[in-house]
């Protein structure tokens, strides 16, 4: 049986799992059309080089690649952003503009498996093309924290950590750090979460040690979280572009709290975001019991549609991804009962009747109504035990007394009461019945 299990880290969807995904999906894609965005969809699988040396070192060591019978050098998609751009890039002359787009999607990233963390997986996209203000950014974090809060999450749940790729530099400049350095830092603040002080050999290694009072400058700027406190740590340095950077800083918390979603958005330096394309704000959620990996994340990547070959568009955009999105939801009880009961139950008195309950049968699930009834003749209890265990509302009765009178009985099964229906009332009484007139 070995040879037949499913590989490591990829996942068999039965229906109650496809039940939740879908549920995810449908809100998303609900919260998605609300905000103007259209949806596309793209292949999974794609010419390796779209990858190479865009993604980011950690993602490309993550590929799945191999060579197809045509000798292309092929991956599956490890993340939608580099083929919305090649996709938008091509049309970016007709397209009218802002361009807001989403998708859902099956990505693979051969990763270590973790909780939370697959090597499939699936990802709701949200992107902004031509937009180079922070308006972009405010339309995609009110986006990013609809598409959390339709599902009763609260700012208790979860949180987003907003950082500033620009802000970062800008800040490193005015510390007298030159671009190769101030790119390494930022290397350093990725990795500084997950390994403290030893993400600092990062540095040490190309540049030599860091002097202490940029390291203790650099803690402190990482250790900023709210926007007063990052104003009084970058007042001093007088930069003019450090100005400029805070007033964008103030129009998106400003705007975001007017909608309000300020409890749900924290400064956060200490997020730059591993992947490579990205130019300014970057943003990640995070539940706020701390249990989790990351639920979401993303940021401005204003060069990636032109390094693709399309012309010069800004863009910015996020990713939530459904496996930490669902165990969410799961720790803090936000699952509905998915069920999959039908309305009604139909119970059949023999071959005879079978025929006549046909008529019923097609003209309920023509109206809409679920109806189930027993593929083969069973005996009047084993079916009622299929009604009950169906958890239908309903059981349509259709004996052969009933059907000679020209009758149905409807039983209500929660209630255990019975009426004769005549059948050419069925349909409308169900339907009375379900929309709550019954
Ligand atoms: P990312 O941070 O790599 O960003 O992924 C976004 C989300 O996808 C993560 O926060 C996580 O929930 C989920 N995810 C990533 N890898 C895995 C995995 N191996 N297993 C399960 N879930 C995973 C991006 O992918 C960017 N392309 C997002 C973006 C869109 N940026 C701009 N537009």
């Known amino acids: 049986m070995a040879s037949f299990q499913t590989l490591p880290g990829f996942r068999e969807c039965y229906p109650e799992d496809l039940a939740l995904r879908s549920h995810l999906f449908r809100r998303w894609r609900q919260a998605a059309g609300v905000f103007g965005f259209a949806e596309y969809d793209a292949p999974v699988l794609e010419p390796l080089d779209l990858y190479r040396a865009k993604s ?6 993550q590929l799945f690649s191999f060579t197809d019978k045509g000798g292309r ?54 992107d902004i093309f031509g937009e180079a203000g922070p308006e972009a950014e405010i339309e995609l974090i009110a986006l990013l924290v609809q598409c959390f809060a339709a599902f009763g999450l609260t700012a208790d749940d979860f949180y987003i950590r907003l950082s500033d790729r620009n802000l970062w530099f800008y800040y490193l400049e005015a510390l007298g750090l030159d671009e190769p350095r101030a790119r390494t830092v930022l290397t350093v603040v990725d990795r500084y979460e997950k390994n403290g002080d030893a993400a600092f050999t990062a540095y040490t290694d190309a540049f030599g040690p860091l002097p202490e009072d ?19 740590m970058l007042a001093p340095l007088g930069a003019e572009k450090l100005a400029a950077r805070l007033a964008e800083w103030r129009q998106v918390l400003t705007a975001l709290d007017a909608m309000g979603w300020g409890s749900f958005v924290t400064v956060d330096l200490g997020v730059v975001r591993g992947l490579a394309y990205y130019t300014g704000f970057v943003f990640e959620a995070f539940d706020r019991r701390g249990d989790l990996r990351a639920l979401a994340g993303g940021g401005r990547y204003d060069n990636l549609v032109k390094k693709l070959g399309g012309p010069d568009l800004p863009a910015v955009g996020f990713a939530i991804g459904d496996m930490t999105f669902s165990l ?11 069920v999959s009961a039908p309305d009604v139950y139909c119970v059949i008195g023999g071959a005879a009747e079978r025929l006549m309950a046909f008529r019923e049968i097609h003209a309920l699930r023509a109206a809409g109504v679920r109806v189930e009834y ?11 035990k299929a009604a009950a265990e169906s ?10 007394d009933e059907l000679a009178r020209g009758v149905v009985k409807v039983r209500n099964l929660g209630q255990r009461s019975e009426v004769e229906v005549p059948r050419d009332a069925v349909v409308a009484h169900v339907r009375d019945f379900l929309a709550g007139n019954g």
């Open 328 to 338: 969410l939801l799961e720790q803090r009880g936000l699952l509905p009962p998915l």
């Open 391 to 400: 958890g239908a509302r309903l059981a349509l009765i259709l004996g052969g």
């Open 73 to 126: 050098e092929v991956a599956l998609r490890p993340e939608m952003t580099p083929t919305v751009c090649r996709l938008v890039g091509a049309r970016a002359n007709t397209l009218r503009r802002p361009i807001k787009w989403f998708s859902i999607g099956e990505f693979f990233r051969y990763e270590r498996m973790q909780k939370g963390r697959g090597r499939c997986f699936h990802q709701f996209n949200a």
């Open 214 to 232: 940029l390291k203790a400058r650099i803690l402190a700027f990482l250790g900023v979280k709210s926007l007063p406190a990052l104003e009084a």
């Open 56 to 61: 980011g070192s950690e993602i490309e060591a």
């Open 374 to 384: 027993p593929l083969r003749d069973l005996a009047f209890g084993k079916q009622f």
